[in-house]
């Protein structure tokens, strides 16, 4: 089982804002319709050790605002090998009616959507001193709300003896795109108890692509996603083996790529997947390619029993592959051409096309691919706006998705594949008719944050216009050619979700609202 902190450092820095970029952020209120669900990760925890902090995932089948919400802890099944506690500094007020039972209430109003809410009914888990390796019980975790009947949720809490797995050091390599290179994967027994296999999870960039499909490790695609070794490892002991990529040719250069590996134990790595298999999420397929083996392995079969990581915060390992070369692309900017009379509610779909060579891809840092301005039509107001743009009026900024601003600035998600187009659609009213009354869209706005472009290959075509009542001859709106595959901002990048990284977006929840509602300033 991972702690908070460690899903967050796997799911990649940034991943939980850049999949918020892509999303619409629901409208929040009351909704006695709504189904409320609870879930807790299956824990193993390690005797001798400090446990772990985990906590529950609350979500709702439709958006909801709660209200007196309360979680209750009961492992009363282990009392004695394992407490039950509060986690220090929370603002939780949480009581303990009975020893191994943890009631939990948050003093806030809870916003809740179908994607969950994740960190704030946190508790740790600690083997005693009369825990033994084998001991097992059930946690049952309730969640109660006002005007809500409660949920509950079971999960399995072992006992296992504890190793400490380290990752290797950060590793540093170079490629251009298309051409192979080698990446190495070690991990070192610390501590002092034999280990009984272990198991590893990737979290790598877009681009670093497998060349080889080992029987043991799983894929999706060319994405590898897990390994697993059966060999014991000796304490004190330091293995490695070697991983074969190819960067992919649409690659940004020079750029940087990253990889990241995180060890644990087979009885982690069987919480891991039950984790990700409550959210519908495969760790992909075993190759064919024969079996990948640690350098200095024994051989010997590992004997069986559950074992947990003492020290989880060194278990992970960061692997920068830099991009030689030149690689670029040409982002395009797409306007419109609507028309109507006076009174006339239209429908104008600006956007940008990634018309390649090279994919951009900033998930890590979270961040937008690029900055949008749009500058309305004099003679209509804005009806419909997206949640991802707000008004403008100079250093003033409305809030997201405001109708009624005369200019507008917009973000997009992490990740645009070449030859993909997002869109955002703009709702107008036409008050007044003029021919060609035109407004502008301009892409790769510089901006005083994080993300953005600005080394397009061909600049001359980040503008484009929204044309409205375009006279015979007139206006363009500018749309080009081209079919790339359009992708709504109010849809999720399926380069995101499909990693394991962004799936675990789910336990991140609580940066949803915090990241929905991030402000940047653009530079005049």
């Not at 993909?420 to 703009?426: E, H, N, P, R, S």
């Not at 007044?432 to 953005?452: F, R, S, W, Y």
Request: negative net charge.
């Amino acid at each position: 089982m991972l702690r908070n902190s460690t899903r967050r450092w796997l799911a990649g820095v940034g991943v939980a804002g850049a999949f918020v970029a892509a999303s619409a952020t629901p409208v929040l209120a009351a909704a006695p319709q709504a189904e409320l669900g609870v879930y807790f990760s299956d824990t193993t925890i390690a005797t001798d050790s400090d446990g772990k902090v985990d906590y529950s995932i609350i979500r709702s089948s439709a958006p909801v605002v709660l209200h007196d919400v309360t979680v209750r802890y009961d492992l009363t099944g282990l009392a004695g090998k394992v407490t039950l506690g509060e986690e220090e500094e929370t603002g939780i007020d949480c009581t303990s009616p009975a020893a191994n039972v943890l009631v939990c209430s948050s003093p806030w109003e809870l916003e809740l959507d179908e994607w969950g809410l994740a960190g704030i009914f946190p508790v740790q888990i600690k083997a005693t001193g009369k825990a033994e390796d084998g001991d097992a019980g059930t946690l049952k975790v309730t969640l109660s709300a006002t005007g809500f009947d409660g949920v509950s949720h079971e999960a399995k809490v072992r006992v296992g003896e504890g190793v400490d797995l380290a990752a290797g050091p950060e590793a540093t390599v170079s490629a251009a795109p298309g051409k192979n290179f080698t990446a190495p994967l070690k991990v070192t027994n610390a501590g002092g108890t034999t280990a009984k296999g272990a198991s590893v999870i990737f979290y790598n960039d877009y681009g670093l692509n497998a060349t080889k499909h080992y029987s043991n490790c799983t894929y999706v695609g060319d994405e590898l996603r897990t390994c697993r070794f059966d060999e014991e490892l000796p304490a004190g002991s330091t293995f490695g083996a070697t991983l074969p990529y190819a960067l992919g040719t649409d690659t940004l250069a020079p750029s940087y790529k990253y990889g990241q590996t995180l060890w644990m134990t087979p009885a982690e790595f069987e919480d891991y997947t039950n984790y990700l298999g409550n959210y519908d999420v495969t760790i992909g397929k075993p190759g064919t390619d024969g079996k990948l083996t640690l350098a200095e392995a024994t051989g010997r079969v590992a004997a069986r029993g559950a074992q947990a990581d003492k020290r989880p915060e060194n278990n992970g390992m960061l692997l920068q592959v830099k991009v030689t070369g030149t690689n670029s692309t040409d982002l395009e900017a797409l306007g419109a051409t609507v028309s109507g009379p006076v009174g006339a509610k239209v429908k104008a779909t600006v956007g940008l096309r990634n018309n390649g060579p090279a994919t951009l891809d900033y998930s890590h840092a979270g961040s937008s691919v690029t900055y949008l301005a749009f500058d309305v039509p004099k003679g209509t107001t804005t009806t419909a706006v997206p949640e991802n743009c707000s008004p403008v009026k100079g250093d003033e900024w409305g809030e997201p998705g405001q109708a009624g601003g005369r200019h507008y600035r917009c973000y997009f998600d992490s990740f645009l594949k070449a030859g993909a187009t997002v869109t955002l659609d703009f709702g107008l009213k036409i008050d007044k008719v003029i021919a060609n009354d035109t407004g502008l869209v301009k892409i790769n706005v510089p901006c005083e944050c994080d993300g953005g472009f600005y080394r397009d290959v061909k600049p001359a075509n980040d503008t484009a216009k929204v044309v409205v009542n375009a006279a015979p001859g007139g206006g363009d709106g500018g749309q080009g050619g081209g079919d790339g595959g359009t992708l709504p901002i109010t849809g999720s990048s399926t380069a995101l979700i499909a990693g394991i990284g962004a799936v675990l977006l789910a336990a991140g929840g609580v940066g949803y609202v915090l990241t929905r509602r991030r402000r940047t300033r653009f530079v005049a």
